[in-house]
């Protein structure tokens, strides 16, 4: 698939995802066979991170159709800088990832029939290392939100009491019950086989930093406040989309 096609369906797809109803991201979603996505996490944060990660993780885990199962992963700070994706499985790293405009930034891979089949949530500590245990909480439990397909509740700064708003309010570290009705609602069907804990997916494009494969984001498709997403070929046909959330004050992204 070119990047012109891939740039093409972005759009749709982002369009689309406006007019989806309360706020999944587009239509996309992991392929379940059960209607409970059992996902692997690799933990490659570290320890100052990790009161965020396992309270993210288990409140999603009260949701019916989630049901993540964490792996120790990497702590070196060269595999947290790379956080190269895995087939089948979600993995949460955190890194001074510099000065590049995003705070945090969710990856999802699609397969060919527009499924999720890998994922990945970054957290970037050069803005974040000050930053209260309220808001490391709300941003680890946007950005795997995101992974699992669901969207921003809103992005002017209003609360819902959610971590997926874009608010300050201290009530909006962890997911709402609406969040948990609207995973139900996503995974309520069969897609007749399961792409969580599936070692077929695809890799990154590419496995470096960004000297080696400079803005591996591929395309800008749309700017929104402080969300972004952008748009880049995978292997096998597949395609990465990346749904960034800026640094407070930044309104340009300049690389992964």
């Known amino acids: 698939m070119n990047i012109k096609k891939i740039f093409c369906l972005s759009l749709l797809a982002a369009a689309s995802s406006m007019a989806v109803a309360e706020h999944r991201w587009s239509t996309y979603h992991w392929a379940t066979s059960t209607g409970t996505v059992n996902l692997p996490v690799i933990d490659s944060s570290t320890s100052d991170w990790q009161g965020s990660l396992d309270g ?15 792996e120790a992963g990497s702590e070196s ?11 089948g499985k979600m993995k949460v790293c955190n890194a ?18 527009g499924h999720i089949s890998q994922g ?11 930053d209260t245990d309220a808001e490391r909480n709300h941003v680890m439990c946007q950005e795997i939100g995101h992974v699992f397909g669901l969207g921003h509740t809103s992005e002017d700064g209003s609360s819902q009491q959610t971590c997926m708003d874009y608010s300050n309010d201290v009530n909006s570290q962890w997911p709402n ?8 609602d996503m995974y309520a069907h069969s897609d007749g086989y399961d792409t969580a804990a599936d070692p077929g997916g695809s890799s990154e494009p590419c496995r470096g930093g960004p000297k080696k ?12 406040g402080r969300m972004q997403i952008w748009v880049s070929p995978g292997e096998n046909g597949s395609t990465w989309i990346h749904r960034v959330t800026l640094a407070k004050g930044q309104n340009d992204i300049v690389h992964d």
Do not use: P
Not at 77 to 87: E, F, G, L, N
Not at 96 to 113: C, K, P, Q
Not at 120 to 130: C, E, L, T
């Open 77 to 87: 700070r060269k595999d947290r800088k790379r956080c190269t994706a895995v087939s």
């Open 56 to 70: 993210s993780i288990s409140r999603w885990n009260q949701s019916n159709s989630i049901n993540q199962i964490v």
């Open 96 to 113: 001074e990832y510099g000065f590049n405009g995003w705070a945090g930034l969710a990856s999802i891979n699609l397969d060919n029939n």
């Open 213 to 224: 494969c400079g803005n591996n984001m591929g395309i800008k498709v749309i700017a929104r």
């Open 120 to 130: 990945v949530a970054k957290m970037n500590d050069s803005y974040m290392a000050g």
């Open 177 to 184: 019950n609406h969040d948990y009705q609207l995973l139900a």
